[in-house]
């Protein structure tokens, strides 16, 4: 009994230097992270506007306001859209674009190279250009119709109830098609080369190749592909905000600009953090959920 | 002993990450700079105005040397979110712009300086009662959106006003002339301008997310004048409500505008700079518009350009009055550690010295006594002039933007549903009444 305890003391003196080296990184945790979750956790069952003390505790009645919002159900719904069209689309526009590539194409390193191009651009910088493509009156979209006499077909895309949200999703699909395009890419690239040629030898066709060794080889990938893309669009804000502020009439709002609209634009902190506490539990359950269906696969 | 140097590598990574971690003073010196013995005077400023720029801020330091200003510029936009996070943070700039809604929240919260004793003092130039060297409807204009939002009380002087801002309608002269339109007096001939600008392929006005509710405030102040007017509490005490027959003819005569095509299609998320480049690339023929944001169109407007104002018609036939007035308040902190030189600089904003040594107010309303505008350009901004001429509708009036919470939802939710189709004038109104029953 004395020994073990003896040996216990003699591990934890051996680790001090190892506990003291993580030492920075647990206190930048505990400073940035835990810390202000637990103040959030705090500041959403109090009725706050910002600014000072918090005084007014409601319990859990910011969580009903947020759960009682059709509004917040519509910017849930439209995460979710936005979530679906970049998963569906995004997804299968990257894997023909890689294996395209993989197929061997002229200019095949060109064309990896600019179509990656578009990831790189930053956010704010996209939603900003894609604003003044939409435009309805100096957009080129709007003039390239009117110039191919399809001017009937000229909208004010992002400022009408339908035509916003989709307008938003085309632009947000195109930047991160790039990036599903290299990850597929670049896994279907170690995928070794006598799967091929064996499916090559038992007369095999293209379409066989892909339905049967590609694909299943690239599922793996798919999958991760998938979960990235929900955890990233349910984080989605800054194109959005630019290019429409959640509008018109929140007819683009998404859960992120929700919280945002609350908290900065109504001064209202506890039904914001409300809100972004309920879309944190979202986001863990859904990552919960993808590594036990993982896991039980395995 | 190599465990001794991994000991000593973890101190020395410790001792310069905890380094990092030097207690700041509330201004965001390094606490180890502080109390040097220096007397210079730093302060902050957050402005949404472009009229105070670094300019104005470079000026006033070079005539008190021992103040430093440190200037921050925020997108009208953005504004209710950088306060935000600042007083959350309590890092409340040492002097502030601010506006109605934003101004009597800032009030109730005890965020601002009580002015009153200052504004008895001497103004900047030291020739003149400060309060005295405004014009007084502009002082009271400014005092009268105080007690609208906060009843009666000791003080009402929390800011002062900056510019005598006044909204009139921007146009191209040659384009008029190219089709035989005049400057309307009347709200007739200005929706038959309208029409005929309209059917030449132009955008005929101006509208974008940030001001979208200028229009229905305009007609508010035509159609529920007289009722408010005879009974300015008639909202607190339920005789008026947002449902009633003035406001819900103010609201469909902003839909009516919108139905026949005379605002932008994109005026609903556009901004401001978006309305601008329309203007100066001549698809939007008729700008309504403050003088504080005429600079960028002086600036790029093509030389075939002949620009002109005009004050807008009241739709209801009454003398019109124009939106503005107080709308542009600077404004001290109250946890301002420097509060003598706070109000020095807002001496200064104010001052003559100010408007006749920025170039970039040469095209705003100085709002001051005895300070005079070249006649050329007095002839350009006819309209602002004549705008101001009618008197102001008080900032407060159909208390759409009596707090922060119903002048956002007003702006960026309601009334873009209301224009779409998506809610009627009644539900809209209905949606109002609630959210103002809750805030009283």
Known sequence: MQSTA?????????????YLLILPTIAVFVIFLYTPFINAIRISMYKYNGIGELTDYVGLDNYLIVLKDPKFYEAFFNTFKLIGADAILSISIGFFLAYVLYRGIPLKRFFSTSLFIPYLISMVVIGSIWRI?????IGPINQLLQLIGLGEWAQPWLSQYETSLPA?????IWHTIPFNMLIIYANVMTMPSDFIEAAEMDGATSWQKLRYIIVP??????????????TTDLRAFDM???MTQGGPGGASEVIT??????AFSSQNFGVATAASIIMMLIMLSITLTSQFLNRKKA | ??????MMLTAVVLMIVLAGCGANDKNGNNSSEAGTGDENVTLRVLSTNPLVSEESMQLFMDQNPNIKVTYEYVPSSDYSAKFAALAASNAIPDVIWTQAGYYTDQIKQNLLLDLSEELNGQNYEGDAVWSETFVPALLENSRGTVKKALGERDSYDYGVPFTMTTIAVLYDKSVYEQLGLEEPTSWEQFMSNNEALKAAGYTPLSMHNNWIDWYPRLFWDQYCRADLESNPNAFDEGAMTFSSECVQQGLTSFKELWDKGYLPENGITADLETMQQMFVQGKLAQFLIAPDKLEYIMNNAPDNMSLATYALPGIAGIPSRSLGGSSNVFAVSASSEHPEEAVQLLKFLTSKTHFTGIEALKYSNSGLVNLEVEPELAQFLAGFTNAAAGGFSPDILVPTNITTEINTAFKTDLLPRYLMGRIDANELGEQLQAMYEQAK
């Open chain 1, 6 to 18: 003896k040996k216990f003391w003699i591990d934890i003196k051996q680790s001090i230097p190892a």
């Open chain 1, 257 to 262: 600009s929700y919280v945002y609209r609350k």
């Open chain 2, 1 to 6: 002993m190599n465990r001794k140097l991994l």
């Open chain 1, 168 to 172: 938003i999703i085309l632009t947000w």
């Open chain 1, 133 to 137: 493509i939409y435009d309805p009156t």
């Open chain 1, 240 to 242: 959005v905000w630019v």
């Open chain 1, 217 to 230: 080889y690239l599922l793996p990938t798919l999958l991760v592909l998938l979960l990235l893309t929900v």
